[in-house]
């Protein structure tokens, strides 16, 4: 059975930094491409990064150069470190996976296999 397992989100204040886990189990981590999306009430799932199984990574216009995307391989493990965040970070972060060998664009959330149940963020002054 697949699980992805997001943590470290919380309340943080503009500027200010959070670093998001993810980890993976039951899955052959090494063949498969994971991304983070984000979601609000008001908006649908957005693309917010992705890194390949090679290490090869992708952002969003909205977080380049804010935010730095890594993977541990021997770990399972995904992470997301977001710096000088603003109020519109604001969202529930999601982690998936991919199937390496799919070659379709890897910022649609329907191409994903498995997706994690989420953890908060909230950017509040």
């Known amino acids: 059975q697949v699980d992805l397992v997001e943590s470290g989100g919380g309340v943080v204040q503009p500027r200010g930094s959070l670093r998001l886990t993810c980890a993976a189990s039951g899955l052959r981590f090494t063949t498969y491409n994971m991304g983070w999306f984000r979601q609000t009430s008001e908006k649908e799932r957005e693309f917010v990064g992705h890194i390949s199984w090679s290490g090869a990574i992708n952002y969003s216009g909205n977080v380049q150069g804010r935010f730095v995307l890594s993977r541990d391989t021997n770990m399972n493990t995904v992470y997301l470190e977001m710096n000088n965040l603003k109020p519109w970070d604001t969202g529930v972060y999601y982690c998936?996976?991919?199937?390496?060998?799919?070659?379709?664009?890897?910022?649609?959330?329907?191409?994903?296999?498995?997706w994690g149940r989420g953890t908060q963020v909230t950017v509040s002054a």
């Open positions: 998936a996976a991919r199937s390496s060998v799919k070659t379709s664009r890897y910022d649609v959330p329907a191409d994903y296999d498995y």
